[in-house]
C-alpha cells in the first residue's frame, strides 16, 4: 500500500474532524451546491456484484465504484455494464491485492463465505457492509466483532430496517408503554421460496463456463457443481445458507431484540418437519428464552407457511403480509409490523389512539441504509447497525441453527457464549474449512 492511499483512506475516516475541516476546500467554492468534492468521494469495491449486491451498488452511485468481484460474470453482467470503468475478478483474494485504491467494500456473497471476506477487508483497513445475516455461525460472527473493533473500520450488516422510519416508530411505541408489558413475541415468514427438506443431487451437472466454482465453494466443503445450489437456492443448504431464519431474521426478530433490549437467549428450542442435514427443513418453529430482570420474554419464530394463533390477538379483519411479520403481545394491547419494521399497527383502539400521542423521541435516517454506511466511512453520520449490535442480533438467529442441529433444546450461557447443555452442541458454533481456507 502507497503512502498516498494510506494518507487518502486515514483522511476520509476523520474528515468530518475539525482538525482536518480547514483542509478541504468548501463544495460551494468547488462546483456549486450539491457538489462533491473529489476528497469527499469514497472508492468502493463489491464482492457480490449480481443480485443483492446488484441492488447494493444502485445506493451508492454518488460514490467512485473502482472493483467488482463475483465467481459468476453472467449474474453480474449488469453491474459490469453499469460500472465499466471498474477492474473486474472472480476471486477477492486477488481483487485485494490489487486494491490500495480501494476504502470500502460491499459483501453480498452466499452466506458462508461473508466471514472470510470480511475478516480479509478489515485486516486490510478497508470498510466494509456486509449483507444479513452476517455469518453462518457464532464463532465467526464473534470473530468479525473482534477485528472490526481492533481496526476500528467502519462496519455495518445489510438490514436496512435499522434506518427506516418504521423501526425507530416500533421502538418509540414500545418502549412508551403503549401496549404494556410484553411477554410475548411472534415473527413468521413465508420462507423459504426455495427448496429445502431435500438431498444433496445424486449426479452433478455440467459447470458453465462462466462460473468459477471452486471460488463459490470457498470454505465449505468441496461439492460438483449442479443449478440446485446457484445461483438461486444456495439459502437452503447448510454448507452455504442459513435457511429461513437467516434470510428473514434480520429484518424480523432484530425489531424485537431492539425494541425491547433482549439480551442473548438463555433457552432455544425448535421443532421442524424432517431434518436430514443437508437442507433445512421445509417448515420449523423456533422458540427462543429471554431472561430478563423483570421476567422472561417468549419469542416464537415460524416459517415454511406455519403462523402464530392470529385469531386470539388481532381483529378478524386485520391484514397481514406474507413476506413477514411481528407481533408482540403486552399486557395491555398488541403491537404488528411488517418486515423491517414497516407499518406498526396498534390494537384495540383505545390503545391505537395512545399511540397516536407517543412523541418522537429517536432520530430518524434520511439517508438509505448504504448511503449511511458510506457517511460513517467519512466520518460524517454514525452506522445504524454496527457490529456491536449486528453481532447479537446474528447470535440469536443462530442459537436457532445450532438447536436444530442439535436436535434437543439448548441451553446458553450468553456472557461466556457456550452451550451449558447438551455440552456437545458447542460444535455446532463454528465449522470446519476446506484447506487453503482459515479465519
Known sequence: MSTADTTRRDFLRTSATAAFGAMVVPRHVLGGPGYQAPSDTLNIAAIGAGGMGANNLQAVTSENVVALCD???????????????????????VMLEDGDDVDAVIIATPDHTHAVAAQACMQM??????????????????TLLATAQQTGVAAQMGNQGRSGDGGRRVNELIRAGV???????????????????IDHPAAPEDLPDHVAWDLFL?????RQYHSAYHPFSWRGWTDYGVGALGDMGAHLVDHAIWALELPLPSRVEVSSTDFNGASYPNASMTHYTFDRDDGPLELTWYDGGLKPPLAKHLPRNTETVPIGMVLYVGEDGVLLHESYGNNPQVFPADRRDEAREVPR????????HEMNWVQACKGEAELTSPLETAVPVTETLLLGIVALHAGAPIEYDGDAHEVTSPREANRHLRREYRGGWSL
Do not use: M
Not at 125 to 142: F, G, M, S, W
Not at 179 to 197: D, F, L, Y
Not at 218 to 222: L, M, R
Open 71 to 93: 465467481i459468476d460474470w453472467e449474474r453480474a453482467k449488469e453491474s459490469f455494464e453499469q460500472f465499466p470503468q471498474a477492474r473486474r475478478y472472480r476471486d477477492f483474494r
Open 125 to 142: 483497513d478497508k470498510h466494509v457492509y456486509i449483507q444479513k445475516p452476517l455469518t453462518t455461525t457464532v464463532n465467526e460472527a464473534r
Open 179 to 197: 401496549i404494556g408489558s410484553v411477554r410475548e413475541v411472534h415473527a413468521w415468514t413465508n420462507r423459504p421460496i426455495w427448496p429445502q427438506g
Open 218 to 222: 470457498g470454505p465449505a466443503p468441496y
Open 361 to 368: 423521541s429517536l432520530p430518524r435516517v434520511e439517508a438509505s
